[in-house]
């Protein structure tokens, strides 16, 4: 395993019900898709890193392997994944196609505060943002992965308070779920 090794995990199997349309797919204002966006993002901090896509194909992005998600909810995509093979990596970067404000800035600014906080890599580094924890966009160690994978808990708030975890105060703007279509609106007006 390469200590230093860092994975990108992308959800991208939501129903998108109250969007009316696949969230990973839609367009995003600085180019591609919501999910390649996300890949682009990874790939600018961490370039050559493994990368997962759960749930659905990037239509940008067609070289990327699809795992496949159950549609049970995160807790139940994330389960699954972990019981399957994956690339030697120390972490990974679990994070939801909505989650679109993601620059490579932020990005590499959070993995730097994870870094100082869990340097031995043993708890999912999870923010908590305006009141409310946010395990994704966080970072599940790779030994967390037997834990996740044998765990029976429905929600993905409690399968991250069920496993070591250390929860980080966040303010940025990247931690902002895009989930309606207003919300969608407002994020494409301030690009």
Same mark, same amino acid.
């Given at each position: $395993?390469? =200590?230093?090794?860092?994975?990108?995990?992308?959800?991208?199997?939501?129903? +998108? %019900? %109250? $969007?009316?349309? /696949?969230?990973? /797919?839609? /367009?995003? &204002?600085?180019?591609?898709?919501?999910?390649? *966006?996300? @890949?682009?993002?990874?790939?600018?901090?961490? &370039?050559?890193? =493994?990368?997962?896509?759960?749930?659905?194909?990037?239509?940008? #992005?067609?070289?990327?392997?699809?795992?496949?998600?159950? *549609?049970?909810?995160?807790?139940?995509?994330? *389960?699954?994944?972990? !019981?399957?093979?994956?690339? !030697?990596?120390?972490?990974?970067?679990?994070?939801?196609?909505?989650?679109?404000?993601?620059? =490579?800035?932020?990005?590499?600014?959070?993995?730097?505060?994870?870094?100082?906080?869990?340097?031995?890599? #043993?708890?999912?580094?999870?923010?908590?943002?305006?009141? %409310?924890?946010?395990?994704?966009?966080?970072?599940?160690? /790779? !030994?967390?992965? &037997?834990?996740?994978?044998?765990?029976?808990? #429905? +929600?993905?708030? !409690?399968?991250?308070?069920?496993? =070591?975890?250390?929860?980080?105060?966040?303010?940025?703007?990247?931690? $902002?779920? @895009?989930?309606?279509?207003?919300?969608? *609106?407002?994020?494409?007006?301030? +690009?």
């Amino acid at each position: $395993m390469n =200590p230093q090794g860092t994975g990108l995990l992308l959800l991208s199997g939501g129903q +998108s %019900r %109250r $969007m009316g349309a /696949a969230k990973h /797919a839609l /367009a995003h &204002p600085a180019g591609g898709s919501w999910g390649g *966006r996300l @890949v682009e993002v990874f790939e600018a901090v961490f &370039p050559g890193a =493994p990368i997962q896509i759960l749930g659905d194909p990037l239509p940008d #992005r067609p070289d990327l392997a699809v795992l496949e998600d159950p *549609r049970e909810g995160p807790a139940k995509a994330l *389960r699954t994944w972990a !019981a399957l093979e994956a690339p !030697a990596v120390r972490r990974w970067w679990v994070v939801a196609c909505d989650q679109v404000r993601w620059t =490579p800035s932020s990005l590499q600014a959070w993995d730097h505060r994870a870094e100082a906080a869990d340097p031995r890599t #043993r708890h999912w580094v999870v923010a908590q943002h305006g009141g %409310r924890l946010q395990p994704l966009g966080g970072w599940l160690p /790779a !030994a967390l992965r &037997p834990a996740v994978a044998g765990s029976t808990t #429905r +929600s993905l708030t !409690a399968l991250t308070e069920s496993l =070591p975890h250390l929860v980080l105060s966040c303010d940025g703007p990247e931690w $902002m779920d @895009v989930d309606t279509p207003e919300e969608r *609106r407002a994020f494409e007006d301030e +690009s």
